[in-house]
């Protein structure tokens, strides 16, 4: 890992208009057509080249959408988006398609990512056909290649999706991220829809793959245990906002804001390093977001300037990087 920032994320900002049902319009008093559901509120952070950059936080808090913003599959609603140093923000059509080479992405659910009616051997070369020319023959080595990267066998190549079990579609999908020879690979809960048994061995494999093709991952989760073993660096969102951010070691040895210390404190496989914080109440709606700290109203420590003032983001350990949006430090 190197201190090259390779994609950089600068107050990222996503939202999308949800109609308003007839029984809200009636019963509710609702007179506009549509509501803003405020997904990713300001979201700030960096993958350096190398690295393994972690986003955490409860379902719900934004995680996919922002994966989802980033590579391109949804346009920015506000913000920045540069990877290796290039502005890819209002890039799309085919000008965003040479840098679907560069950042490919691992979907959570294995089953749902394959085309079902596609070869494993036509899902691996459809895409080096199609960014590189190439010949098909060699096209079908290289993913051959990729095959005995990822531990199945070359003799699998004409069988279809269905045919394999969830983590054998999981290394399938991983080898079609790596078709291309990405730099950055976006990681969606790569792993929470297989078995806990498997899910070490998916592990184990994209580390290996990590090193061994110089790739960066921003990698997506809720399980706190996942990201522990795998981040170097992470951020902790809620409700849209990232709320802590630094070294996986120091969020997890000492970590400063209450949220987080709530999710290591719910989290039993892990060793606390805190007192247990409660959690009561709901998150707020992301329709209507409160004036001040998004998680003032389920926070034990909360103190009136929260309810109505909201936190900047700034910089606690300037040794570290250590970020935190919190009134309380």
Request: net charge neutral; charged share 25%.
């Amino acid at each position: 890992m190197t201190d090259e920032l390779l994609l950089e994320v600068r107050n990222l900002t996503q939202y999308f208009e949800r109609p308003v049902s007839w029984l809200e319009r009636v019963f509710g008093g609702k007179q506009q057509k549509s509501r803003v559901v405020h997904a990713v509120n300001g979201v700030s952070f960096a993958v350096r080249r190398g690295e393994v950059f972690g986003l955490v936080g409860e379902s719900g808090c934004g995680k996919s959408t922002t994966a989802r913003t980033v590579v391109g599959l949804l346009p920015p609603k506000g913000g920045e988006i540069l990877f290796a140093s290039k502005d890819i923000t209002g890039l799309s059509g085919a000008k965003l398609t040479p840098l679907r080479r560069k950042i490919q992405m691992v979907f959570q659910n294995p089953y749902a990512s394959l085309d079902p009616r596609q070869r494993i051997e036509d899902i691996l070369t459809e895409p080096i056909l199609f960014h590189e020319s190439v010949s098909r023959a060699d096209a079908r080595e290289r993913a051959m290649a990729l095959l005995d990267k990822i531990g199945l066998h070359r003799d699998q190549a004409r069988r279809y999706p269905h045919q394999f079990s969830g983590g054998q579609r999981q290394r399938i999908a991983i080898a079609r991220a790596l078709a291309t020879g990405p730099e950055l690979v976006v990681a969606d809960e790569p792993v929470s829809a297989l078995d806990v048994s498997v899910q070490a061995q998916i592990l184990n494999l994209m580390m290996d793959l990590k090193d061994e093709f110089d790739l960066s991952y921003l990698f997506i989760a809720h399980d706190l245990s996942v990201v522990r073993h795998v981040a170097d660096r992470l951020a902790v969102m809620y409700l849209g906002f990232v709320v802590e951010s630094g070294s996986s070691e120091e969020v997890f040895e000492r970590p400063l804001h209450p949220y987080t210390v709530a999710l290591l404190d719910a989290a039993p496989s892990l060793a606390k390093k805190s007192k247990s914080v409660p959690l009561t109440g709901d998150a707020p709606s992301p329709v209507n977001l409160p004036p001040g700290c998004p998680f003032a109203s389920r926070c034990p420590k909360s103190r009136p300037e929260c309810e109505t003032e909201r936190p900047t983001l700034r910089e606690v350990s300037e040794s570290s990087g250590r970020l935190l949006a919190c009134h309380q430090q």
